[in-house]
């Protein structure tokens, strides 16, 4: 500790120093949490060669997509059920984590903004906001939407849902916030300054979602309007179904603390994390951390046993969220090393081309070894994930309007309808929130003999 606290009380001297003749740079030093910095610099700088992985453990169990016993039957029809009465009874609400700075994106604007739909062009935001105005519509009841940001894309978030009217959910509605900050540091723990009057400071990671849904009072807000359940999803997701009954039933059947959804992995080694079981508990051990041998180990069916990966969405428990307000239990730090543009010790800009930096940062799913009676629902990829990460290439925004067209075709096929192989079809989720809504339609008015179908 010694050490961590003479790299604190070194950071603390130049800082005063520097902010003395700068009222900018002093209001962010006065911000700054030490105790949290010196926590996340033992974590991630003095700590650093442990992996932290849990000395035993198995891959973690799951539900199926599809009940494959009988009594799996039976549960999956309660738990749908179950599910849509939750929400018809208004205790559901959703929840966007959009605070990240999309770096590999390289779009000038928050994430949400970004127009992703095949033919319209709808933004992320909008396509959410439609389904879950949908699924309002459906079920007769408000559905609360609470969307985090970071103090860097608040206010571009904010204007451009005032732009378009709060895409017709009613302002009072949406609640939006920005999660906290950390400093970044060299590789021995002292802070960089972004420019002579500001630090540089980037958002403190997902987990950070958990103490930012307390601090700006959505918790709260959540409790008054007699929310129970939250379903988490990211930005980045257009086909993720944002308030999903059979796993927000399964989780309250089974009186979950926070529920996950999972992706069977394509292979070994794909990127995604990897559900694990501690005991009675899971957690997630990142792609980049489970051993090589664990990650080839195989069922004697020929399944590998780590298939379950993490898509990033869940469910949790509004009471489970509010056991992070007194900071009694908390995420930990994980440690990004990144190229952060900063100044020199003798205040020359500096634009590294190697990772110069640590940024700090907690993973929501680090919650979940902290959740009781936690359950996985297995989804299906080509129904319920295809990210935005990049323009083009793997995850991107290219593959995601490809396979959102794709899923689209199958719904049109499954509902008995013929649609030409080359067709670009996109589906309003306002109209049809789910294949079921496209099941029922009366089809009619649409031509689907054209090139470019929009439905909606
Ligand atoms: P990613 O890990 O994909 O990060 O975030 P990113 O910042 O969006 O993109 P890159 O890595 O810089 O290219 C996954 C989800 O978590 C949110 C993101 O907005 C996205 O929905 N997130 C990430 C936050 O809300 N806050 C953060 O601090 C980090």
């Given amino acids: 500790m010694g050490a961590?606290?003479?790299v604190i009380e070194k950071n603390k001297l130049r800082m005063n120093e520097l902010a003395a003749s700068n009222p900018r740079l002093a209001k962010q030093v006065d911000a700054l949490d030490w105790d949290e910095l010196a926590a996340a610099l033992e974590e991630c700088i003095f700590e650093k060669d442990?992996?932290?992985?849990?000395?035993?453990?198995?891959p973690a169990s799951y539900f199926p997509l599809n009940p494959e016993t009988p009594e799996q039957e039976i549960l999956y029809a309660q738990a749908f059920e179950c599910g849509e009465s939750l929400i018809r009874a208004g205790k559901t609400a959703a929840f966007t984590v959009a605070g990240g700075q999309g770096t590999r994106l390289g779009y000038d604007g928050p994430k949400g903004t970004l127009g992703v739909s095949p033919i319209k062009g709808k933004p992320l935001f909008q396509l959410f906001a439609e389904q879950i105005l949908g699924i309002s519509e459906k079920y007769g009841v408000v559905i609360p939407w609470y969307v985090m940001c970071s103090p860097l894309n608040l206010e571009t978030t904010l204007a451009h849902f005032e732009e378009h009217?709060?895409?017709g959910l009613g302002q009072d509605n949406l609640k939006f916030f920005a999660q906290g900050v950390m400093p970044a540091t060299d590789f021995e723990g002292n802070l960089l300054l972004a420019s002579h009057d500001s630090l540089a400071l980037s958002p403190n990671g997902h987990g950070g979602s958990l103490k930012a849904l307390i601090d700006s009072g959505s918790v709260a807000d959540m409790a008054e309007r007699g929310i129970e359940h939250v379903s988490y999803f990211q930005v980045d997701n257009p086909l993720v179904s944002v308030i999903n009954p059979l796993l927000i039933g399964l989780h309250d059947l089974q009186r979950s603390d926070m529920s996950s959804r999972s992706l069977t992995k394509t292979g070994p080694f794909e990127k995604l994390g990897n559900f694990v079981s501690i005991g009675d508990r899971v957690t997630i051990i990142e792609y980049s951390d489970l051993p090589e041998e664990k990650a080839l180990e195989?069922?004697?069916?020929?399944?590998?046993?780590?298939?379950?990966?993490?898509?990033?969405?869940?469910?949790?428990?509004r009471d489970f969220i509010e056991q992070?307000?007194?900071?009694?239990?908390?995420?930990?730090?994980?440690?990004?090393e990144k190229k952060v543009a900063c100044l020199s010790e003798t205040g020359e800009a500096l634009a590294p081309e190697q990772p110069n930096a640590v940024k700090f940062e907690t993973f929501v799913f680090d919650a979940l070894p902290l959740a009781k009676n936690p359950l996985i629902l297995e989804a299906d990829r080509l129904e319920e994930f295809s990210p935005v990460k990049n323009m083009t290439g793997v995850d991107s925004l290219e593959s995601?309007?490809?396979d959102q067209v794709k899923r689209a075709k199958r719904w049109l096929a499954n509902a008995g309808h013929a649609i030409k192989e080359d067709a670009i079809v996109e589906i309003c989720p306002r109209i049809f929130p789910s294949e079921r809504a496209l099941l029922g339609a009366g089809l009619?008015?649409?031509d689907l003999e054209a090139d470019s179908i929009y439905l909606g």
């Fill in 4 to 6: 961590i606290m003479d």
């Fill in 50 to 58: 442990e992996t932290g992985l849990p000395e035993t453990y198995g």
């Fill in 165 to 167: 009217e709060f895409y």
């Fill in 298 to 317: 195989k069922e004697g069916d020929g399944r590998i046993k780590y298939r379950a990966g993490s898509p990033a969405i869940h469910v949790l428990r």
């Fill in 324 to 336: 992070f307000a007194s900071g009694e239990i908390k995420l930990p730090y994980h440690r990004a």
């Fill in 400 to 402: 995601s309007q490809a």
């Fill in 444 to 446: 009619g008015k649409y």
